[in-house]
C-alpha cells in the first residue's frame, strides 16, 4: 500500500500513507477501509514492540470524524493495558494540515512469542 512505518522512543507505532488516488471512494476522497486499515496496522505493530509477542487484531472500533480531503495521513498508536493474553491500545489518524481525521481503539489477542 506504500505505508511507512516507524517507531518513537517508547516504542509507539507511526503509520505514513501518502495520498493515494488509487484508494479513492467515489466521492473521491480516501476511503474509510484504508483509514481503518492504517489505525489497525498502528495499534497491532504498537502492540507487537510493547509485548514483544506475536498478536492478532480481536476487535476494532473505528469512529471516522470528517474526511482526509486529499491529503497525506497518518496514524499513531499507544499502548492502553499489556496484558498477557489481552492488550488494548488507543489510535489517531490525523491529516497532513492537523486535523484529526479518525480515531480507533482496539484489543488484540496475545499468541506467543515472535520466534514461534
Not at 495520498?19 to 492504517?38: C, E, N, P, Q
Request: proline fraction near 1%.
Amino acid at each position: 500500500m506504500g505505508m511507512c512505518l516507524t517507531y518513537d522512543d517508547e516504542g509507539n507505532a507511526t503509520v505514513l500513507l501518502p495520498r493515494h488516488s488509487g484508494y479513492d471512494h467515489g466521492m473521491g476522497d480516501t476511503h474509510g477501509g484504508i483509514l481503518a486499515v492504517m489505525l489497525d496496522t498502528a495499534g497491532w505493530f504498537t502492540v507487537a514492540a510493547h509485548c514483544r509477542k506475536m498478536v492478532l487484531t480481536a476487535d476494532l472500533h473505528v469512529r471516522m470524524l470528517e474526511g482526509a480531503k486529499h491529503q497525506d495521513l497518518t496514524a499513531t498508536a499507544r499502548v492502553v493495558r499489556g496484558g498477557s493474553r489481552l492488550a488494548t491500545a488507543d489510535m489517531r489518524l490525523t491529516s497532513a494540515d492537523g486535523r484529526l481525521v479518525a480515531t480507533a481503539t482496539a484489543s488484540f489477542s496475545v499468541l506467543g512469542d515472535l520466534s514461534s
